[in-house]
């Protein structure tokens, strides 16, 4: 199993606002094309992939998205459109979801009431995660951990602290290469480098 956890700091959690984001300041294609490409491949559909969507934006309380491959999940096709289309049907019908609450919507798809530090909280305990930067180990000379866990953020960067928190607990930096890369063509270098270590 391979996860990508994509931290949307600028996701809504409300449903009927999802698609004005779309080109906006808050870029949700970002997470939209991070999820097509970490999902479908020519003529096919990884089932080995589960993508967390992490929508920090919220007058409440952060909603994380879990998109399980291996579980059934279904996308009605590799556009734009589609992962809008489920995002917004995630959140209307979570509507009244509590605090840390974990609601199972459709086979490969849950939501759950609490956001980033918990969520990696929880991974920690049984998989290596990495974050995702420049200055970073190359990915080809790091020896990758089995079932291993990728932290993305969309296009604003992760804050500091976040960063600096994560190094305490261990989380290893790994790069991609120099440039600065969007978050879902991060998806499609990692997606091709663990394939090439698997086949």
Known sequence: MRTFIIRARKGTTRWERIRSTVGAREHFEVVA????????????????????????????????????????????????????????????????????????????????????????????????????????????TTELGSNPVFVLSDHLAMPPKSVKGLKRRGLKMISLGRKMLFASQCVVLLNYELDRVEF
């Open 33 to 140: 094309h991070s999820v097509i490409n970490a999902f479908f491949v020519s003529n096919g559909f990884r089932d080995d992939v589960e993508v967390y969507i992490i929508l920090d934006s919220s007058e409440d309380f952060p909603r994380t998205l879990k998109l399980s491959g291996g579980k059934g999940l279904s996308i009605a096709g590799f556009h734009e459109e589609a992962v809008l289309a489920l995002v917004e049907k995630a959140l209307k019908d979570s509507h009244g979801l509590q605090k840390d609450e974990t609601r199972t919507l459709a086979p490969g798809l849950q939501i759950s009431g609490f956001g980033f530090e918990k969520l990696v909280s929880s991974l920690l305990e049984t998989r290596p995660i990495y974050l995702l930067d420049r200055k970073g180990e190359d990915i080809r």
